[in-house]
């Protein structure tokens, strides 16, 4: 029984709502001649509604309104008068309800006048924007063209570097499973940052002409997630590998004839090195060292991942500015690195593939390395022996 008598109070309640809303049109109806005279001799006050695309503003539609006063405006358009808009372009901050704390800068519209390096002293997001397009953009991209291009004229001219011995067929482990692991982690999470961070940055001038923007809207998306999923397993594995690699990447003997020489690239003459070459040790130093802290530091700042750290505008154009120089480099340095390791050197990626290098390569290309095996200084073997069969193929 009382769900039908709650639908009756409820469908009593409607109808006598319905009556008393056409009652009350009924009434305005018929009062609406007699009011209009009341209406339209009552003064306006306050801010008009109107939509801006219809109706021009009453300041604007006055014949004396560029003649107008500041005073005069602000009785049509409050808030909208020379001293409120010079203040906005110098940077002052306004008042703003939001908490502080939560939304530093809730009452600013324009940052004040900063010059950074390249820029003109105009107000802080205007100086990024130049930065980044005259500076960044152009110049970082030549950089990455200059060094693929350099590298593809060594590759015509001169070849893969070849081993000028045979196989002996007894192999020496250069790198345990845990380094490799180390070092592929870190190497497959650099190669999606930097394919990502390349179609974000240069992505407009040679792949949305091609592709639309629908279709490069969602590559940048896509790309950008991956971007923000492999930089935190590029900082963790940038540890690993750092304190992996570390004690064989100190300055040794022999390191300043090899730079000198240039590693015998040019003249087809290898230089004696230790388990790592003087080349190598750069880009141990320079990029993973410290271009990697660089990278890591400010990628983090652009995560927002920093504790007690004030995120404003100008934080993250700065910490922008400095991702952007850090990671061009590394990128260039670590392009030569990838063809060395690849198809620019016989040997180098089996090395890293398999874990193991034969005799004869490790003679010609790491000497005093070699050496020290041989004398028994190190193991041949570091890790667990692998099965022959295993150990035959690599």
């Not at 010079?86 to 703003?96: A, E, F, H, L």
């Not at 939560?102 to 820029?119: C, D, R, T």
């Not at 040997?347 to 003679?363: H, L, N, P, R, S």
């Not at 004398?375 to 692998?386: L, T, Y």
Request: glycine share 10%; net charge positive; hydrophobic share 45%.
């Amino acid at each position: 029984m009382q769900g039908p008598l709650r639908f009756s109070r409820v469908l009593a309640a409607l109808l006598l709502t319905a009556s008393g809303w056409a009652a009350g049109v009924s009434a305005q109806t018929t009062a609406a001649p007699t009011a209009a005279p009341a209406a339209a001799a009552a003064p306006s006050g306050g801010i008009k509604s109107a939509n801006i695309f219809e109706v021009k503003p009453d300041a604007s539609a006055d014949p004396n309104y560029a003649n107008q006063t500041n005073a005069e405006r602000a009785k049509v358009q409050p808030g909208n008068n020379a001293p409120i808009w010079r203040q906005v372009g110098t940077g002052v901050t306004g008042y703003s309800s939001l908490p502080k704390s939560e939304a530093p800068e809730a009452g600013n519209l324009i940052q004040p006048f900063v010059q950074y390096p390249g820029s003109r002293l105009t107000n802080a997001g205007e100086a990024w924007r130049q930065v980044r397009n005259n500076w960044l953009i152009p110049y970082g991209g030549s950089l990455l063209l200059i060094v693929i291009g350099a590298i593809a004229l060594f590759y015509f001219g001169k070849g893969t570097i070849k081993m000028h011995g045979t196989n002996t067929g007894h192999k020496i482990e250069r790198f345990t499973p845990f380094e490799r692991s180390a070092h592929w982690s870190n190497a497959i999470a650099f190669c999606i940052l930097a394919i990502s961070g390349i179609v974000m940055a240069f992505g407009k001038f040679f792949l949305l002409p091609v592709m639309g923007l629908t279709l490069f809207g969602w590559l940048t998306y896509i790309l950008k997630t991956a971007h923000n999923f492999a930089g935190p397993l590029f900082a963790v594995s940038l540890v690993i590998v750092f304190f992996t690699f570390l004690r064989d990447n100190m300055p040794s003997r022999g390191d300043i004839g090899w730079l000198l020489k240039g590693g015998g690239l040019l003249s087809g003459k290898e230089v004696p090195s230790h388990r790592f070459n003087a080349g190598e040790k750069l880009v141990f130093w320079g990029g993973v060292f410290f271009l990697g802290i660089v990278v890591v530091a400010s990628g983090l700042v652009l995560d927002k991942l920093v504790p007690g750290l004030l995120y404003v505008r100008d934080t993250m154009q700065i910490a922008h500015m400095i991702h952007a120089v850090a990671t061009v480099l590394m990128m260039a340095m670590f392009i030569g690195h990838i063809y060395i390791g690849t198809i620019g050197m016989e040997g180098a990626y089996q090395g890293m593939k398999t874990g193991y290098v034969d005799e004869t390569w490790a003679k010609e290309h790491h000497e005093y390395w070699y050496d020290d095996v041989k004398a028994g200084k190190i193991p041949a073997q570091r890790s667990e022996p692998v099965p022959p069969s295993q150990t035959a193929q690599a």
